[in-house]
């Protein structure tokens, strides 16, 4: 199983294009960066790293929202994503938490596919935000 997001919503056939997509390892990291962006919290998940201006706040949405591949997420709320992704890259929020595991595929990985979702969310945030499918 993995993940994927549309701009458009779902048909009866289905979703038309999925322009984001990650398998379930690379959603499992990005999830991670998420937390510690202040993105996603609740459900289980809390911040481990406490970055000064990554804290969580009232825009915060519940993690449980990209636990699953399913529901909208609206241009405001992926205004918010694409942003606190960008400042935890600009943080070195990947290296730092990675630096806990004994095993993972890399910091240089990891940080393109934060970049790639951040990306996706600026696009979606022009937009009326996406679709998990």
């Not at 779902?10 to 510690?36: H, K």
């Amino acid at each position: 199983m993995g993940f994927a997001f549309s701009f458009d919503p779902p048909t009866d056939d289905g979703f038309a294009g999925t322009p984001c997509a990650f398998s379930s390892e690379q959603m499992n990291y990005v999830r991670l960066i998420m937390v510690e962006a202040g993105v996603l919290s609740g459900d289980g998940f809390t911040q481990a790293l406490e970055t000064p201006g990554l804290e969580v706040s009232e825009e915060t949405l519940p993690a449980r929202r990209f636990a699953y591949s399913e529901g909208h997420t609206t241009a405001a709320e992926a205004e918010f994503i694409a942003r606190r992704l960008r400042a935890a890259l600009d943080a070195g929020v990947v290296a730092e938490l990675l630096s806990f595991f004994d095993e993972h595929p890399g910091a240089e990985q990891v940080t393109a596919w934060v970049e790639q979702f951040a990306a996706f969310n600026g696009q979606a945030a022009t937009r009326a935000g996406y679709y998990a499918c």
